[in-house]
């Protein structure tokens, strides 16, 4: 039930505008307090928090995860309470990656590889103009 009330979720807010969503109050604070995992990945790789429903980062991190969903903000604050969400990040893991194209993610249309940033054999889909 659990799963099925996430997915109804992750479902619900990348079908709607930024700017809705934001108001709305959904923030990395707001998640961290609904047992979401919010991190923030190295600077150097991309400026802004990222949060996961629970069990889907420990599920990456260890390489059991067949796919994974991720929230990233134009912030660096974990504990913001107000950010603008930039949009969804879809991981497949590597085995089950077959060069399928990325509409969402421009110039390239193609997902990146995440190993050579974090050493995770999964490749990443952006919904938004991310910083790499």
């Known amino acids: 039930m659990r799963r ?3 997915a109804m979720l992750l479902g619900l ?3 709607l505008p930024v700017s809705t969503v ?6 990395p604070a707001q998640l961290d307090r609904a047992g979401w995992d919010c991190f923030l990945p190295p600077l150097e790789f991309n400026p802004n ?4 429903p629970p069990g889907q980062l420990e599920g ?3 390489g059991e995860a067949a ?3 991720f929230f990233a903000f134009a912030t660096t604050d974990l504990g913001a309470t107000h950010a603008p969400l930039l949009g969804t990040e879809r991981l497949i893991r590597g085995d089950l990656f077959h060069g399928q194209p990325c509409p969402t993610d421009a110039p390239s249309f193609a997902y990146s590889w995440l190993f050579p940033r974090f050493g995770w054999d999964y490749y990443i ?3 938004f103009d991310s910083p790499w």
């Open 60 to 62: 990456v991190i260890s």
């Open 4 to 6: 099925l009330l996430i």
């Open 125 to 127: 889909c952006h919904t």
């Open 13 to 15: 807010l990348a079908a």
């Open 67 to 69: 796919a994974a969903t």
């Open 49 to 52: 928090v990222h949060c996961a």
């Open 22 to 27: 934001s108001a709305q109050g959904v923030s």
